[in-house]
């Protein structure tokens, strides 16, 4: 199967996602019933922007050519892939680069997010019997070439111990923050609020710190992340909300609430569903180079860096933990 074949059916795929077949509706709906934090709206948006970003045609091939992937590898590499199950179909970027790379995908999805990553695989299984060479899964990872694996800081420890003498990417805890200087618009925070909000805050790219100077207003804020009053009616977000409010209450802890989402001042860049810490600052400069050294950080947003409303609109060449995957592949 040589590379513009790879490319022909990864597109097809993308056309297939966003044609939202009755086949494809039903997957989506199953794969809520068993997560209840992979809500419609939410799925809907991660694999559109896999299609739109990851699976144009055009897109895919430019991004090949970066790497001068030959048509063929004379001996692939089998690759095994350990998926991360926070937000719907998180881990399909890393498929994809074993895929494009000419090498072959062992998968274990997470038991959160299975039903969504199986179906597409499937789908391609059912436009090219060849793919079940290429793409299979297993519950246990033994004996392959290399691996890719993405979990808690927890979880590493294990991911290095079994993979650790064989080529690997390991990947930990991250997060994203925001930078901001007190003139935004009610517009830019309204696309903060995404960032903030969008899959419940359980992304790596999902904001769950913001920066903020001395005596900043924090009302405006407060009032742009009003901005999905729904999830307040889920009771996994309403949960979380109730217990975390509590723990400040009763801790005696200064916090702001607009009844949807608490702020609380707090140095850790990571904070709970349904909670934004907030830390002050004094020299932007300073802050940017402190926290782009920070192995925790996955995105700075904020004005001259990644635009406000677009941390989760990740292109192809934007690689978690700042590793080149592909690189990585091509390296093998």
């Known amino acids: 199967m040589i590379l513009q074949e790879r490319i022909g059916l990864l597109s097809r795929l993308g056309q297939y996602i966003l044609s939202n077949t009755p086949d494809w509706q039903e997957v989506k709906e199953r794969a809520y019933r068993e997560n209840q934090w992979f809500v419609p709206e939410f799925i809907n948006k991660a694999s559109e922007q ?12 430019a991004w090949a050519n970066q790497y001068q992937i030959p048509d063929a590898l004379s001996h692939p590499k089998q690759v095994g892939i350990v998926m ?8 399909f970027h890393d498929f994809l680069c074993v895929f494009v790379s000419g090498n072959i995908s062992v998968i274990k999805p997470s038991s959160k997010d299975e039903v969504l990553i199986k179906h597409l695989i499937a789908k391609l299984y059912e436009w090219d019997v060849r793919i079940q060479n290429w793409v299979s899964f297993a519950d246990k990872l033994k ?24 080529p690997h990417i390991i990947r930990k805890n991250r997060t ?11 517009e830019t925070l309204s696309l903060l609020a995404d960032d903030v909000l969008q899959y419940f805050g359980l992304g790596c790219r999902n904001v769950t710190q913001v920066y903020v100077p001395e ?28 217990y975390h409010l509590a723990l400040l209450i009763m801790g005696g802890k200064y916090y ?8 609380t001042e707090n140095a850790s860049p990571f904070s709970p569903v349904s909670q934004l810490h907030f830390a002050y600052y004094q020299n932007r400069q300073m802050l940017i180079e402190q926290l782009q050294k920070d192995e925790a950080i996955q995105c700075i947003v904020g004005m ?21 995957t592909m690189e990585f592949l091509t390296g093998l």
């Open 50 to 61: 896999i299609a739109q970003s990851f699976l144009d045609e055009d897109n895919l091939t």
């Open 84 to 91: 991360a199950g926070n937000i719907p179909l998180v881990g």
């Open 143 to 166: 004996g392959l070439d290399a691996y890719i694996a993405t979990g808690s800081n927890n979880s590493s420890r294990y991911f290095d111990y079994y993979f650790g003498k064989y």
């Open 176 to 186: 994203s923050v925001a930078i901001l200087d007190g003139s935004e618009s009610q």
């Open 215 to 242: 005596n900043y207003d924090f009302q405006p804020l407060l009032a742009a992340l009003k901005k999905y009053p729904e999830f307040i009616d889920y009771h996994k977000y309403k949960h979380n909300y109730d």
């Open 256 to 263: 702001m609430n607009n009844d949807l989402m608490v702020l």
């Open 304 to 324: 001259g860096l990644i635009p406000f409303g677009h941390a989760q609109t990740p292109g192809l060449s934007d690689y978690a933990d700042g590793i080149d």
